[in-house]
């Protein structure tokens, strides 16, 4: 497997804009955004599982459609980028 390598500041400020606009357009969708939350931090899962106080391994099941996470961890990971947890119409 590749080893991960951390972005460079110019690739989270583009991450972090591309994820504000799919979240203003209703298209970012868990449990992908999850992942790309941290990578927008430019973070591993271990520096991100820490932040929120959780393992690597919630976030690995997180972020692979695996885990049921509470809405007061969801809360937790949106709380991190500005994000809410809510429901959005379908367009």
Known sequence: MARWKKPTKDEILENRRSLAERAK???LKLPGA?????KGFGMT???FAKT?????RQVAEIEAGMANPTLET?????R???????FVPKG
């Open 25 to 27: 357009t209703g298209d």
């Open 34 to 38: 999850v992942g790309e939350i941290r």
């Open 45 to 47: 899962q271990e520096e």
């Open 52 to 56: 929120l106080a959780l393992t690597r």
């Open 74 to 78: 969801l809360e937790k990971i949106g």
């Open 80 to 86: 991190l980028f500005g994000f809410g947890v809510g």
